[in-house]
């Protein structure tokens, strides 16, 4: 499924935010969107799903029109992955996980086993088969993290957005994320904040500064010393692992 967004703008109070942002996935395909604090990526996304209404443009997943759709409709095609995801009541695992049906129930509908069976599911491709009776508010951040990603592909969408949610889990827990989405085969779009993890698993990167587009193209056509510099503020050199043969980076301030 096809990911179109044409001349996007968002404010918050007066202040712009997204600036005229046109960008594209195509089916399948792991695009990223990177750049500085404070460029407008949390807040792009947000308005792509809506939970920050945008002010001007067009979002399009296949022939759906997103700004123009119901939650509920959009649901059933279009999965998200937050930064933060914490919770004032308590359920376990599975309940949680069983929440991503939600889309495709009617009002008061039951659970059923082909429900229960997208669950174990879920459950399995994110390793959380054994947690599925362990209070969610007793998890660690990244079994949390792993638990809403689980919700989400037990809607089974054919599209997922990700707003860095790997920002503040260690290194083993962002490689499970990430590798768990991209094994999904569908179509992403992810704020990501580590450029060696968009190296890694992006096949298209949009870079942003102050609410645009600045650069856009193949990790290796973006993530240049000379791009990284303008981005971050920062001296870069890039280099080739010899082990994954993917761009690593050395950075100076």
Do not use: W
């Not at 004032?88 to 659970?111: A, I, S, W, Y």
């Amino acid at each position: 499924m096809q990911l179109v967004v044409d001349q996007l703008e968002t404010k918050l109070g007066k202040k712009e935010i997204v600036k005229n942002i046109s960008l594209q996935v195509n089916k399948q395909k792991f695009v990223g969107v990177i750049g500085p604090n404070g460029c407008g990526k949390s807040t792009l996304l947000k308005s792509i799903y809506k939970s920050i209404p945008p002010h001007n443009g067009k979002v399009f997943l296949g022939d759906i029109d997103v700004l123009n759709t119901s939650q509920k409709k959009i649901s059933q095609q279009l999965g998200v992955v937050g930064q933060f995801n914490e919770m004032h009541f308590d359920l376990t695992v599975e309940q949680m996980v069983l929440l991503g049906r939600t889309p495709h129930k009617k009002l008061l509908e039951v659970d059923n086993q082909e429900d229960i069976d997208i669950v174990e599911e879920a459950l399995s491709q994110t390793n959380l088969l054994d947690y599925k009776n362990r209070s969610y508010l007793s998890l660690s951040g990244g079994e949390k993290q792993r638990t809403i990603l689980a919700r989400t592909i037990a809607q089974q969408p054919q599209f997922m957005i990700l707003d860095e949610p790997t920002n503040h889990l260690d290194i083993r827990y962002q490689l499970e994320i990430l590798q768990c989405v991209k094994d999904l085969k569908i179509g992403v779009l992810a704020a990501l904040h580590d450029l060696e993890m968009a190296a890694h698993y992006c096949d298209y990167l949009y870079a942003m500064q102050n609410g645009k587009v600045y650069a856009a193209g193949t990790p290796e056509e973006v993530l240049t010393p000379e791009i990284i510099g303008e981005l971050y503020q920062i001296k870069c050199e890039t280099y080739t692992n010899p082990v994954t043969k993917q761009l690593g980076f050395v950075y100076q301030i």
